[in-house]
């Protein structure tokens, strides 16, 4: 998964592209758990609502990388980011 990661004077803006979360912290590296660990909350929303994720035109798509999410630690969902910073 790409994300960004951005800096703004004393913070670091990061987003993890396709899923539209956002996170911000003092650090590129607290950034990057951050966003992992909102990624994994939204895993775990997201299989609560299973079958509205799986309908909606612009949620269907993440489901294979959901069944991914959910299985990994934060660690294991850190490795898998490509990250990019500007």
Request: hydrophobic share 40%.
């Amino acid at each position: 998964m790409n994300v960004l990661i951005e800096q703004e004077n004393d913070e670091y803006i990061g987003s993890i592209e396709h899923f539209g979360i956002v996170e911000n912290a003092k650090t590129s590296e607290e950034v990057v758990f951050k966003l992992a660990s909102s990624l994994k909350e939204f895993a775990i929303d997201y299989c609560n609502d299973l079958e509205l994720y799986k309908t909606t035109p612009n949620f269907n798509f993440m489901y294979p990388k959901i069944e991914r999410i959910l299985k990994s630690d934060i660690n294991s969902i850190v490795n898998t980011f490509e990250i990019k910073v500007k």
